[in-house]
């Protein structure tokens, strides 16, 4: 699939592959009755976007403000899965915002939930973010219920309750992160219910606790890395090779007898890597992973027949979000062509 023009390093989205995840997630919330919101700062691309609203996704998910300012330009529903801090001139911004598009928010604590309420943001709704496992941020349902009536009472719409259930991130841990997900969101339902707030949406999801989603209970889910899928997903067995829809290109640019060096360094594979990952990124045509990264060199072991200098090697990101927001446009490639060009709009939107 890669064009020997290609200029490396870069970023290649195989087409056939991003619409096909786009089409099976779609179809996996439909078949457990729940909405899907796809979380944006994965792909960062407004083309993207399109796509997954035009496939039925209710709305998207950004992780920051200057996240939905970007995607505001394509979509007219916006949740902020994020506990905001809201200064003054991030105030600013929302208001504008939501003059614009529906929007939510997330809050973990009274204190945010008073900087909110001070900047009078009467169309923008309110969902709690409650801890189903992952001990980053969130209450427990008791906190849910303080947050929520503070919230309530400083005059914000509270619509519900969401979580991240990201401890779904470790091998044999995606099927026990769906059940805490739904332990935490009915939990937090009753505990809002009891002091009569509304629980309509119960929003969790990850990509790989996605297929382990109780519907009924969760009423929306907020995969991201799906809609290209990475090295992360394929060791976990949430996804296979032939799902990988995003390739890191590096060309071949030193040679041993048994390993190369390729151009994407960790400036370009991003640096992420979980303690049970094989290396810094997969590479399909290699017998195993890239084994070392510095800025601008990956090391990848090849014992046997190493490639010439000078050839193309894909590479599959450990963690694609991160390699995106390194990359200033995807090239997009269909049966081998290069059909388009896609600038990663929202890049460093971290605001
Ligand atoms: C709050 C929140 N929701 C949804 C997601 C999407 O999950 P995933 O990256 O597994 O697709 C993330 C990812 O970090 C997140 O932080």
Redesign the pocket.
């Known amino acids: 699939m890669l064009l020997p023009e290609l200029v490396t390093p870069c970023l290649v989205v195989d087409l056939d592959a991003l619409e096909a995840n786009i089409t099976a997630m779609a179809g996996l919330a439909a078949r457990l009755g729940v909405d899907l919101r ?2 944006a ?2 792909h960062k691309c407004l083309p993207i976007a399109a796509r997954q609203l035009a496939g039925g996704a209710v709305g998207l ?1 950004v ?1 920051t403000v200057a996240e939905a300012e970007v995607f505001a330009e394509v979509c007219t529903d916006l949740f902020i ?2 506990p905001l801090w809201v200064d003054a001139a991030r105030g600013r911004r929302l208001r504008e915002l939501s003059e614009r598009v529906r929007l939510g928010v ?1 809050v973990d604590s009274v204190a945010a939930v008073e900087m909110l309420a001070a900047h009078r943001l009467p169309g923008v709704d309110v969902l709690v ?1 409650v801890d189903s496992g992952q001990h ?2 969130g209450v427990g349902p008791d906190g849910a219920a303080e947050v929520g009536l503070a919230a309530a009472r400083a005059g914000l719409s509270v619509r519900g309750v ?1 979580t ?1 259930p ?1 401890h ?2 470790a091998p044999g841990a995606a099927a026990p992160a769906g059940s805490e997900e739904a332990v935490a969101l009915r939990a937090a339902e009753a505990a809002l219910r009891r002091v009569g707030l509304d629980t309509s949406v119960r929003s969790g ?6 297929a382990h989603t109780r519907g009924g209970v969760v009423t929306e889910m ?5 809609v290209f899928c990475d090295a992360q997903q394929v060791e976990l067995g949430v996804a296979t090779t032939d799902q990988v829809a995003l390739f890191a290109v590096g060309t071949v640019v030193s040679r041993g007898s048994d390993r190369v060096v390729l151009d994407c360094g960790s400036k370009v594979l991003g640096a992420d890597r979980a303690g049970w990952a094989a290396g810094f990124g997969l590479v399909p045509d290699a017998p195993g992973p890239v084994v070392a990264l510095s800025e601008h060199h990956a090391t990848v072991p090849w014992p046997r027949e190493p490639p010439a200098l000078g050839t193309l090697v894909p590479v599959i990101p450990n963690h694609v ?1 991160a390699a995106v927001n390194l990359a200033d446009e995807l090239l997009v490639l269909r049966a081998g062509a290069l059909v388009d060009r896609w600038p990663v709009a929202a890049r460093g939107a971290n605001t």
Do not use: D, L
């Not at 999801?205 to 996605?210: L, W």
């Not at 907020?222 to 799906?226: L, Q």
């Open positions: 796809p979380h700062k994965t998910t992780a899965a994020y997330g973010e980053r941020t969401f991240f990201g779904a991130y999801g990850s990509t790989p606790s996605a907020r995969p991201g890395v799906y979000c």
